[in-house]
C-alpha cells in the first residue's frame, strides 16, 4: 500500500480558493489512479475527485464538478486537488486515496489512504 501526506488544509471564507496537495511514497506511484474523498462531521465519507495514473480519465463528484480540478505529477509523485468557489458545505476532513484499479478507486480504495487535512469554509 502506499504511503500518502496531505496538506494545504485551512480556513477560507466562502468564494475563497485552496490548494491540497499529496505526497505519496514509493517508486510505483504511476501505477496507481488516486482520488480524494470528503468526510462532514456526522456524515459518511463521499468522493470528492479520481484521477487516473496517466491523467488521462478525471472523476468528479457532481457537487464539486466546475469548481474543484485534480490534477497530478508522476516525477514528483504527488496528487493536487485545486479548489476554487469554495461553499461552506465543503467544509470537510479531505483524504487522499490510492487504488490500482479506476474500478474501485471512485468508492472503496484500498492501496492506501491519508490521514486527511481539514478544510473549513465560513460562511
Known amino acids: 500500500q502506499k504511503q500518502l501526506v496531505e496538506s494545504g488544509g485551512g480556513l477560507v471564507q466562502a468564494g475563497g480558493s485552496l490548494r491540497l496537495s499529496c505526497a505519496a511514497s514509493g517508486r510505483t506511484f504511476s501505477r496507481y489512479h488516486m482520488g480524494w474523498f470528503r468526510q462532514a462531521p456526522g456524515k459518511e465519507r463521499e468522493f470528492v475527485a479520481a484521477i487516473s495514473w496517466n491523467s488521462g480519465t478525471t472523476y468528479y463528484a457532481d457537487s464539486v464538478k466546475g469548481r474543484f480540478t485534480i490534477s497530478r505529477d508522476n516525477a514528483k509523485n504527488t496528487v493536487s486537488l485545486q479548489m476554487n468557489t469554495l461553499k461552506p458545505e465543503d467544509t470537510a476532513v479531505y483524504y487522499c486515496?490510492?487504488?490500482?484499479?479506476?474500478?474501485?478507486?471512485?468508492?472503496?480504495?484500498?492501496?492506501?489512504w491519508g490521514q486527511g487535512t481539514q478544510v473549513t469554509v465560513s460562511s
Open positions: 486515496a490510492a487504488d490500482q484499479s479506476i474500478a474501485t478507486m471512485r468508492s472503496a480504495p484500498s492501496g492506501g
